[in-house]
Nanobody
Framework: QVQLVESGGGLVQAGGSLRLSCAAS????????MGWFRQVPGKERECVGA????????YYAVSVKGRFTVSRDNAKNTMYLQMNSLKPEDTAVYYC???????????????????WGQGTQVTVSS
């Protein structure tokens, strides 16, 4: 059974940092694109960061560029999202995802992803 499990969410004050982890099990995604999405009630799921299988290519939403960093450790089948200078508008449920169809490049749309984690809540207080 393929599973993606996020961890590292929580409550933080504005200006603070959090590091999310996404551990995959059941299969390896070392040759697949992966990404981080977030969603707030009533809004569409948004890609905040994505990374190619090698880590050589990355994508960031404009709203998080310069503050968030996506990375991955293929030996550990794990992806990370380092979030710095957090703002109240970063409050959301954060999901990690893997695009089994993408063995090159990066994917930034939710429908390009095949496997999803259960989500972890990030709350930034002002």
């Amino acid at each position: 059974q393929v599973q993606l499990v996020e961890s590292g969410g929580g409550l933080v004050q504005a200006g603070g940092s959090l590091r999310l982890s996404c551990a995959a099990s059941g299969r390896t995604f070392s040759r697949n694109a992966m990404g981080w999405f977030r969603q707030v009630p009533g809004k569409e799921r948004e890609c905040v960061g994505a990374v190619s299988w090698s880590g050589g290519a990355t994508y960031y939403a404009v709203s998080v560029k310069g503050r968030f960093t996506v990375s991955r450790d293929n030996a550990k089948n794990t992806m990370y999202l380092q979030m710095n200078s957090l703002k109240p508008e970063d409050t959301a449920v954060y999901y990690c995802a893997a695009a089994a169809r993408y063995e090159s490049g990066i994917a930034t749309m939710w429908y390009e992803y095949d496997y999803w984690g259960q989500g972890t809540q990030v709350t930034v207080s002002s």
